[in-house]
């Protein structure tokens, strides 16, 4: 399964547009494509290069999540992340869960908080089973450590902070699969680089975890 997560930049920031998505389905032709920082744009998508499309709103945002496949896609109910408790906190935001094949992803958009983001993570992957990849932007800055889990994801930077710092942002843990390839796509009007990912359950994995 050939898997694209690409955060677009907010499109009233000079963004990734609904074309240039398209343009990177029909030159890459994925079989699922997850998006953070969508805007309503993107609901127009399978009218350019059918599939089905799923977007989750983000609380209090203009943009949230989607997710593109031009095979059967199973979507379960978002989930919503943990937030700070701190005064003048940000929304919450939420991770956009679906089931494709025998792998159920959860494609995320975590806080910058260094310590929030490890606990989103904590939190969602205790309501995964069986065969799950978790996949997005996860604004982590070094090691994010999933109990289970491995970072699968392209080793490369994705992310260029201002015009100095490169980061590695985008990344994919998982559990009970396994990453035959990984490579990340060139950034067109976005700041992110897409990442993308060919991944198989992974049989054996899950067989041990389950025993």
């Keep these: 399964m050939k ?6 930049l907010r499109l009233d920031q000079g ?3 609904v074309k240039h998505i398209a343009e990177m389905i ?25 599939g089905t499309l799923f977007h989750e709103p983000m609380p209090s945002r203009l943009y ?29 935001r939420v991770a956009q869960l679906l089931h494709v094949g025998e792998i159920t992803f959860a494609n995320v958009h975590l806080s910058h908080g260094q310590w929030l983001n490890r606990w989103q993570l904590m939190r ?19 090691p994010t450590m999933l ?20 980061l590695r942002l985008d990344r994919c843990l998982a559990r009970g699969v396994r990453c035959l390839q990984g490579s990340i796509l060139d950034r067109g009007s976005s700041d992110h680089h897409p990442i ?7 049989h054996h994995v899950t067989a041990v975890a389950a025993e």
């Design 15 to 17: 963004g990734a547009t």
């Design 147 to 166: 109990p289970g889990f491995r970072d699968i994801g392209p080793r490369g930077r994705t992310h260029m902070c201002g015009t100095m710092i490169p």
């Design 64 to 92: 949230g999540l989607a997710a593109w496949s031009p095979h059967e896609v199973s979507p379960r109910e978002a989930m919503t992340l943990p937030v700070s408790r701190m005064p003048g906190r940000l929304p919450p």
């Design 196 to 202: 993308v990912l060919k991944l198989q359950a992974d």
């Design 124 to 142: 969602l992957a205790s309501t995964l089973h069986g065969p799950a990849a978790v996949i997005g932007d996860y604004n982590a800055v070094g």
């Design 26 to 50: 029909e030159e890459q032709k994925p079989d699922l494509v997850l998006l953070q920082e969508a805007f309503r744009d993107v609901e127009n998508l399978p009218d350019m290069v059918g």
């Design 3 to 8: 898997v694209i997560s690409w955060n677009l």
